[in-house]
């Protein structure tokens, strides 16, 4: 059949048409594939684009988590698996990119005391009772210690409201939590001081209401917190209330809304006198009113001024006491002068009669005196006459010291000569009382610018009260020297001493110790103070050392005006 086919050879005017068909259906396929390319090249252009701006929106993203350093999860509540982020790993101090876990594993770190806020919160967003997942609850890190964190988040929903999937962000908040528990501590101690103070302290609003009111206030206002809070001012405390300087209340707060500080204003309130300073608050608009209740110090500085007014008459009451009983005394000292210079002319007068008629009589001057008994009269009565005669004159020497009115005569003299004379004046009465006295000089004193007179006097009273105190077989040395300190002379004896408290009061006029031998001796207790004043009197100084049982040392230092080479 094949042979049998009809064959029909294309004519010359056949070919060309069929190459223009073959031609216009290559056209038309290359038109269909150069429209192909426009909408792959548009397609590859949109996907380009979508890429970079998923790009741009995944970097701002990012950034934006970066930004406030928070942390991302990612939780699917039907399979509870859970997506952290390496940032919030290392909020927690874990390290790694990212670690997938369950809801069940991190409730295991959160804090027990926050586990059932922190769900019931979750549950009311799952169930759309809150548009958002918000809660602060405490998580354990890796060195095992709870950090505080802010976790926020929002579910994706299908299309029967039920969530898919919930994201968001977890960022630490454990600085902000301290701050805010020391700041409540602080404000804790402060609201303590506040209602323990002794002062009324109140806090009123830009308002003019009270926003704080303590219990010093309550109590002297008679009202409780309670009842004051959110009530005006004015009708607490009268603003129209005078302070000390006629000013009102009122006018101390517009002061103080104009920024300036009230200080110490005084009211009175009820019974009580309260001192005010106010001041506005650093915060706001409000003014802190401190009220202190000065009462007690007011009705204490009258009673002290009435006392010290008291005290100021009584002491010029006293004071013209005093003068009157100084000008008495003046008249009395004037008066003892007279009295003493007439005893000097009256008393010294006869003394030098009775002395020098009964020493002629004890020398045999007339001729002897026949009968024994009456030579011993005499000398009784020579010896009673010399001792007056030396009392009167103590008294008249040293009430010129006291008064001011005794000159000296001083001459330039060497102290060895002087001490030697004192000596030979004192042997006899030494042999008497069976003493040892010596003069002993150490290197050579010097000269000394002294009253020859009454430096004498004062070695003459010194060695008599060491003769008068020494026992028989005792000594008494008068020494001298010279060393850096200027000339001194010492008076040692080997008597009976004294007590240590009982030096102080020798140098007192008219004191005696009370001893056996003070009581056998006559005395009226003005050698040694007699002898200190005239010492003084010369510049120098006159000291005592002494023990009981070891004897007594008197020592005399000359002053350098005094003591010469």
Not at 112 to 122: A, F, I, K
Not at 127 to 142: A, L
Request: proline share 4%; glycine share 8%; net charge neutral.
């Amino acid at each position: 059949m094949a042979n049998n086919r009809l064959r029909i050879k294309p004519g010359p005017e056949s070919v060309p048409f069929k190459r223009r068909a073959v031609l216009s259906r290559l056209r038309s396929r290359i038109s269909e594939l150069e429209l192909a390319q426009k909408e792959a090249n548009a397609s590859r252009d949109a996907l380009m684009a979508t890429t970079r701006a998923l790009r741009e929106s995944e970097e701002r993203y990012a950034l934006a988590m970066r930004g406030p350093n928070e942390g991302l999860w990612d939780w699917n509540p039907i399979t509870k698996e859970l997506y952290l982020s390496a940032r919030l790993l290392a909020i927690l101090g874990f390290s790694g990119e990212t670690v997938r876990t369950t809801s069940h594993d991190w409730l295991k770190m959160v804090h027990p005391d926050d586990r059932v806020p922190y769900q019931s919160t979750l549950v009311q967003h799952l169930k759309g009772q809150t548009d958002h997942f918000e809660c602060e609850y405490r998580v354990r890190g890796r060195n095992g210690e709870y950090r505080w964190i802010l976790s926020r988040g929002l579910a994706v929903r299908d299309e029967n409201g039920v969530a898919t999937r919930m994201v968001g962000s977890i960022g630490d908040v454990t600085d902000r939590k301290r701050r805010e528990a020391v700041l409540r501590a602080s404000e804790a101690r402060f609201r303590s001081l506040v209602e323990a103070a002794a002062s009324i302290i109140v806090v009123v609003g830009a308002d003019g209401r009270v926003r704080e009111f303590n219990r010093e206030a309550e109590r002297m206002f008679g009202l409780s917190a309670a009842a004051a809070i959110g009530r005006a001012w004015s009708t607490i405390l009268d603003s129209n209330r005078v302070g000390q300087d006629g000013d009102r209340f009122d006018q101390w707060l517009d002061e103080v809304r104009k920024g300036w500080q009230v200080r110490d204003r005084e009211t009175v309130l009820g019974q009580h006198i309260i001192s005010w300073n106010l001041a506005p608050l650093s915060d706001d608009d409000g003014i802190v009113i401190v009220g202190q209740d000065i009462t007690q110090r007011r009705r204490a500085e009258t009673a002290l001024r009435q006392a010290n007014d008291l005290l100021e008459y009584r002491v010029a009451a006293r004071t013209a006491e005093a003068e009157a009983a100084c000008r008495q005394a003046e008249e009395a000292n004037r008066c003892k002068s007279e009295f003493l210079a007439n005893m000097s002319h009256e008393l010294r007068t006869p003394l030098n009669a009775i002395i020098g008629f009964s020493d002629a009589m004890r020398l045999g001057v007339m001729g002897p005196v026949e009968n024994p008994l009456y030579a011993e009269y005499v000398q009784a009565i020579w010896e009673s006459g010399t001792h007056l005669l030396s009392i009167i004159n103590d008294v008249l020497d040293l009430s010129k010291v006291e008064a001011g009115h005794f000159d000296l005569a001083p001459e330039r003299l060497p102290l060895t000569p002087l001490a030697e004379q004192v000596i030979r004046l004192m042997a006899e009465k030494a042999m008497r009382h069976r003493l040892e006295l010596r003069l002993q000089v150490d290197g050579d004193p010097g000269h000394a610018l002294v009253d020859p007179l009454r430096l004498k006097q004062v070695l003459f009273n010194l060695l008599a009260n060491a003769v008068k105190f020494t026992p028989a077989g005792g000594h008494v040395i008068l020494s001298l020297g010279r060393d850096d300190g200027g000339s001194w002379i010492k008076v040692a004896d080997s008597g009976i001493g004294m007590r240590p408290e009982d030096i102080d009061r020798v140098l007192e006029p008219f004191v005696q110790i009370d001893s056996h031998l003070s009581r056998r001796n006559m005395g009226t207790g003005l050698g040694l103070p007699l002898a200190k004043r005239f010492i003084e009197l010369h510049g120098g100084t006159l000291a005592l050392a002494s023990q009981p049982g070891q004897g007594t040392v008197v020592t005399i230092r000359l002053s350098p005006a005094m003591a010469l080479c």
